[in-house]
């Protein structure tokens, strides 16, 4: 069997995040999180300071518009820090 | 599991802080010799598919959701120091973009949701993998159960830093008992979409996942110099 480059595997993988970001975060249940519904049963919600989120938090434009920045910036710090001679670098 | 500004004190988030930094600046050293030609392109992607992933909550009980956390799946998939670099990524997005999570509680976000996950689902994995047949099809179950145990391992976490830091007086026990008792059914959810990511991309590039290695090796009786020796 052909293996798939690591392009399509790549590719696949964006796809992915695209759609779980942009389409299936719309399906995502409303209901607190562990930590948010346990700090409102323990009477520590009230602690919170809350924030705006400068793109008004999450849609599925705005997810998108998430996964291609953490892409950005994730790919760029380890494409920055990676191993240029993957053989023999001992240094 | 993002916690928000105000739910510790100062001198404990400082602390979160100091600490999340010291932790990235290993993952920025150790990530070199995790990141090759086969791991280098993926590291963006798999940063970017878990911010995407942790948008997705699921129910979990009544009134209550999770999502993924996703340090065990990072590491799996990149390396533990590469991982929590995603990791810590993601977390800063989330926070500057998306006001989720404190700003003065970045650091005990990353903490949690990143350094105890990726070294509790790292260790796990690595420990079961010694242990358990060096098979292919191992690899993502093992991958699900690493990822189980780190959720209520970061909620475990969280307790801790509530003890020594938390700005409400409240039973620690009970706050234990639940933070502890949901994470362990969020950390099901955890191990069901671990399993199934890595066992993807097992399924067509197994040489990608860099947990799947040793089991490669074995398997091809290949001696890779770029893999060494992954003792933690």
């Known amino acids: 069997m052909r293996r798939a480059s690591t392009k399509v595997v790549a590719a696949g993988v964006l796809l992915v995040a695209l759609l779980l970001a942009g389409v299936v975060s719309r399906f995502a249940s409303e209901d607190p999180d562990g930590l948010t519904k346990v700090s409102e049963d323990h009477g520590f919600a009230d602690t919170e300071k809350a924030r705006d989120s400068p793109v008004g938090g999450y849609g599925a434009l705005t997810g998108v518009l998430g996964v291609l920045v953490v892409l950005g910036l994730a790919g760029g710090v380890t494409y920055a820090v990676r191993r240029r001679e993957p053989s023999d670098d001992q240094s | 599991m993002h916690v928000p500004d105000g739910f510790l004190d100062a001198p404990t988030s400082i602390a979160t802080g100091a600490v999340a930094a010291v932790a990235v600046g290993v993952a920025l050293r150790g990530a070199r010799r995790e990141l090759d030609d086969r791991t280098a392109p993926l590291a963006g992607l798999v940063a970017a598919f878990v911010f995407a992933t942790q948008m997705l909550n699921f129910p979990v009980v009544s009134g209550t959701s999770g999502h993924l956390m996703g340090g065990a799946l990072a590491a ?157």
């Open chain 2, 76 to 232: 799996i998939l990149v390396g533990p120091f590469t991982g929590l670099l995603c990791m810590a990524t993601v977390f800063l997005v989330q926070c500057l973009l998306f006001a989720d999570g404190g700003i003065t509680a970045l650091g005990t976000n990353i903490d949690l949701m990143g350094v105890v996950t990726v070294v509790v689902g790292w260790s796990v994995f690595k420990a079961l993998q010694r242990v358990l047949p060096k098979r292919l099809s191992m690899v993502a179950p093992t991958a699900g159960v690493a990822a189980l145990l780190s959720v209520p391992a970061a909620a475990g976490a969280f307790v801790l830093l509530y003890a020594v830091g938390g700005t409400a007086d409240l039973s620690l026990s009970s706050l234990a008992t639940a933070m502890i008792g949901v994470h362990v059914l969020i950390g099901i959810g955890e191990a069901v979409i671990t399993g199934l990511a890595v066992g993807s991309i097992v399924a067509v590039r197994p040489d990608l996942v860099y947990g799947a290695r040793p089991v490669l090796e074995k398997r091809e009786l290949v001696v890779r110099t770029t893999a060494e020796a992954t003792a933690p």
